[in-house]
């Protein structure tokens, strides 16, 4: 079945360091990616997307790119802010009206 | 975006009571919609597929019983948890696909609903 790995958290950054989350996938054909961000306290919200091959999503500062050959979809910031603080989730959806699959989250503490 | 929207965000209860949890889509219609449980170390579970008109789809190992989901409209899913058990508090936060979410297989959330039974 589909399945979302992404690296284990909490991770803890100094403010304007560089970001990573690595996110890896398994799915049958070609699904749509995602990153999700919550913020404390907050349901899920959209950060960005990309729904096929060597497509990159980004958004505030953040990016991911779409990477078949090696099943990825990591995100990247390269300046993080203390208001980045947030647990972010990776996810994939097949075609059709199927629930998504996330990751178990990454929880990302900026510091000033 | 299309906008999903969850009454109440917060509610604390008694155990053995019922609670109610409603999901709107406030500007699309929503065939299908997802409820999930987000436990203390921020994992989501997928509970249920909630269609509309017919019954819920419930994952393996979530009780149909306990939480019952009537999806009555286009834009209104419920999830009700009955005879609440301290157990049971929890974040849930359901989610629907909507206009250009249909075609990328996006989802939207609604803000959840922090359930503390005492």
């Known amino acids: 079945g589909n399945s979302v790995t992404q690296m284990e958290g909490p991770v803890t950054l100094s403010e304007e360091a560089f970001l990573t989350i690595n996110c890896t996938y398994t799915?049958?054909?070609?699904?749509?990616l995602f990153w999700y961000v919550q913020y404390p306290g907050e349901g899920l919200q959209l950060l960005l997307k990309?729904?096929?091959?060597?497509d990159k999503g980004s958004n505030k500062g953040f990016e991911a790119t779409y990477r078949k050959e090696t099943t990825s979809f990591h995100l990247e910031k390269g300046s993080v802010q203390v208001s980045d603080s947030a647990v972010y989730f990776c996810a994939l959806s097949d075609q059709g009206n199927t629930p998504l699959v996330f990751g178990k989250g990454t929880r990302l503490s900026v510091i000033a | 975006g299309a906008v999903v929207s969850q009454h109440p965000s917060r509610v604390i209860c008694k155990s053995g009571t019922s609670v109610k949890i409603e999901c709107r889509s406030l500007d699309f219609q929503a065939t299908t919609m997802f409820w999930y449980r987000q436990f203390p170390k921020q994992s989501l579970m997928l509970m249920a597929t909630s269609n509309e008109g017919s019954k819920a789809t419930y994952e393996q190992g979530v009780e149909k019983d306990k939480f019952l989901i009537n999806h009555a409209s286009l834009t209104l899913s419920t999830l009700t948890v009955t005879s609440a058990h301290p157990e049971d508090s929890s974040f849930y936060i359901c989610s629907a696909r909507g206009g250009g979410g249909a075609n990328t297989g996006e989802l939207f959330f609604g803000e959840g609903s922090r359930l503390t039974v005492l």
């Open positions: 990309a729904t096929k091959a060597d």
């Open positions: 799915a049958t054909g070609y699904p749509s």
